[in-house]
């Protein structure tokens, strides 16, 4: 794999890999850490079996991913939003030998008869494994998986996206070009979890070119005074993140160009990019390059980007999600599968290099949204809406209850599944609220099997601390109505346009 060969070559510099909160990680304690790290696992087991990696942005994430590839095997890597209940369950799915936890849970807590390895235990695996370099022979390659990123499900249980060193491979040599990342020893932010597909970019498209990762820690995050600091000490060159990250950021007077002084260019995906903030971000930094993106994990990240310029945002349309990829076609079709003429709108199918095998373990799932055209080449079906003019492809939505929401993808039934199983909870509904035409919180809406004394928001409350058992928190609703019974539509279902119109 090049990211492998690249931290191999940049190890012989003094150069950092990774910055966060105050600690460096060079690229020689990377490339050292990783060998011993692919070490201890090709010695306690050597069946290629994933390695789970609870955590957030912890420096010594990374060596475990690289150990992981060198080892010949995928990596899983799960933020610290996942309950343990839910690492558990996606560790039900792959068996994996291995979890290493990088939270602040206690080992304990995993009630688990698997290997958990803390911060600790890496450390002595570290020191007692160093020395041993691993041959080529045992990396990761061609068709095999590289990583493994689960996504929400909407039987509530959620599904794991397989992506190979091939699909890296072609998205690498694309974004690297268009992004235009180089070897001069850039600064790439590391902020987008590793859990989310798009954290991708600057893990792989910034270490295959020796570049510095700044990580943004769940902390910082919390702290807008450390992370606005942060920022004007960083150096960053390119900014990676979805644009409501970036919403939150122009909410600080003093988030300009005098504040990153070397910033020069931003992507954004992950969700839809307004007008409104674009001319906002453009305007506090006029000399950035500005682009958008767009792609689903499926697809290995992005399959189509474009530079946002002042054209685009005069068009009357909205912002388009670009032009597709080297080794991808993008077609748009009809409900019977046909394309549509240009300006017509249909949904958004990408064939290619970059399109996973399918969903781990989940043959059912993978068949019916995956498929292999006559020319034996992967394609698959995104369940997007859009359309195309002059080559450029504009987003529409989701064709089902699949929605994105800062970023994240979510299902809404893995909520309504999940808020289910909550005591007392006889039926549930989760609503997107809408604000300026995109999706700004969740609302739930709960039947209660028993009815009791406690007000509407005591009880929401109560629902809302057993629901964080269960999901992550970006999947927690904002709140909880509760209803005496849900109005049914003329199909026998629950009207849901009926209860939005209450809201």
Known sequence: MEIIK???KYANTDRIALKCDGEDLSYKELEDFSEAIAAYLLEINNDKTPIIIYGNKDNLIVPCMIGALKSGRAYIPLDVTFPVERVLTVSDEVHPKVIVNLSDKDNEEFNTDIKVINKEDLKKIIND?????????????EDENAYILFTSGSTGKPKGVQISSNNLDNFNKWIIDYLKIDDS???????VSYSFDVSVIALYGGLINGATLFSLSKETMGNFKELFEQFSNSNINLWISTPSFVGICLNEDSFNENMMKELDSMIVLGE????NLTKEVMGRFPKMRMMNGYGPTEATVAVTAIDVDDEILEDEKSIPIGYAMD??????????????EDGEKGEIIMIGKSVSKGYFNNPEKTNEVFYTTKDNERAYRAGDIGYRIDGKIY???????QIKLNGFRIEIEDIENNLCRVPNVRNAVVLPVYKDEKIAYLQGVVELKEKNDLSNLKNGMLIKKELEKLIQSYMVPRSIKIVEDFPINTNGKIDRKKLMEEM
Do not use: A
């Open 6 to 8: 690249s931290i191999k």
């Open 185 to 191: 020893g850039m600064t790439v932010m590391n902020q």
């Open 327 to 340: 080794g991808i076609e993008i077609k748009i079709v009809d409900k019977d599968g046909n394309e549509v």
């Open 272 to 275: 839809v990019l307004s007008k």
């Open 129 to 141: 494994y160093k020395g041993i370099e691993i041959t080529c022979d045992k990396y990761v390659k």
């Open 395 to 401: 987003y529409c939505g989701r064709k089902d209850f």
